[in-house]
């Protein structure tokens, strides 16, 4: 296993040197001088912009900008924006909201997505399995930020259950609604994977031979067919975790949480090209790790998968 988890490490290097140089040529690509938009409107002296812009870097051509910044990055420098601030500094107060946020959400529909995929698997054509699909089809139809603000005011306002914004109640109760609004979707999707794959799977000649075989109706279907139909589950919730660390932007704003969802969304507006580098960089190196989680977790739920 550990050669697999090296070879797997060594793979991981040219996808996340390629997917840094994209984002990197993305944001510098961008039109506008960053270091005009600090002043505003109020003019800047040539011989400013000038030092300003060897500064940081500007007048290198992008790949020596990009192998600038990778040497900074493997000794643990995120950079700078253009004010002095350290990117490092910067995102160091944020990475909690935002992941206390995503676990909240990931751990939502992992629970209820599962459970309720379950439920319809096993209940296949009837009543059960009607209200899974159409409840998870109207929340899959829905915008978040829909959701997001009726949440808020049915839950927050109205019926007093929730805070509605900030974090000062702190986790989980600041997390438990903006939680609930960023996972629905992904649990959505959870809860269709569950059913489709358990169904397919209570189809199967291993099952069959476990019925014969006169194991519980609760053992054939815990640990021969969930087991084995909880594989591509494990699988989107791993790639979900990484997506709910990034697409936090419209939650956070909806309920006020400081979080990096929130710090990028202002550093795009103010052209602060550092600061959105450095965070969608940590980002990617957690999608990285995730998903080499979730590949040895193929083996645990399914003992047929070796690692060569």
């Known amino acids: 296993m550990w050669r697999y988890v090296l070879r797997r490490l060594l793979q991981a290097v040219p996808v996340f040197i390629g997917t840094t140089l994209l984002i990197y040529a993305m944001v510098f690509a961008l039109p506008g001088d960053p ?3 600090l002043a505003g ?34 000794q643990g420098d995120l950079g700078e924006n253009y004010t002095g601030q350290s990117v490092s500094e910067m995102l160091s107060g944020r990475w909690a909201v935002t992941a206390q946020l995503a676990l909240t959400a990931w751990i939502f529909e992992l629970a209820i997505g599962i459970v309720l995929g379950v439920w319809a698997g096993l209940r296949r054509g009837r009543l059960a399995d009607t209200l899974v699909l159409g409840g998870t089809t109207l929340v899959i139809a829905v915008p978040v ?7 808020q005011i049915v839950f927050g306002l109205h019926w007093q259950i929730f805070p509605t914004a900030g974090t000062d109640d702190g986790w989980p109760m600041s997390y438990l609604l903006p939680g609930i609004v960023l996972g629905s979707l992904g649990l959505s999707y959870v809860a269709r994977l569950t059913r ?3 169904s397919e799977n209570l189809r199967a000649d291993y099952v069959r031979t476990a019925n ?11 640990r021969h067919a969930l087991r084995n139909s909880l594989i591509p589950v494990v699988t ?46 940590v980002l990617v ?21 070796r690692y060569e």
């Open 285 to 305: 190196l957690i999608f990285l790790l995730v998903n080499l989680v979730v590949d040895l977790l193929y083996g645990v739920l399914d003992p047929r998968i």
């Open 145 to 151: 930020f829909v959701l997001g603000y009726i949440a």
């Open 212 to 222: 014969a075989k006169g194991l519980s109706r609760a053992r054939v279907v815990g």
């Open 236 to 281: 989107y919730l791993g790639v979900d975790f990484g997506n709910l660390m990034g697409g936090a932007i419209v939650t956070e704003g909806i309920f006020n949480l400081p979080g990096i969802g929130q710090q990028v969304f202002q550093s795009i507006q103010l052209k602060e090209g550092p600061v959105v580098v450095g965070a969608v960089t």
């Open 41 to 74: 409107d109020k003019p800047v002296p040539d011989n400013v912009l000038q030092t300003l812009r060897d500064r940081y870097n500007l007048n290198d051509p992008l790949l020596v900008q990009y192998a600038k910044y990778m040497w900074g990055l493997a």
């Open 35 to 37: 270091i005009q938009a």
């Open 196 to 198: 489709t794959s358990l």
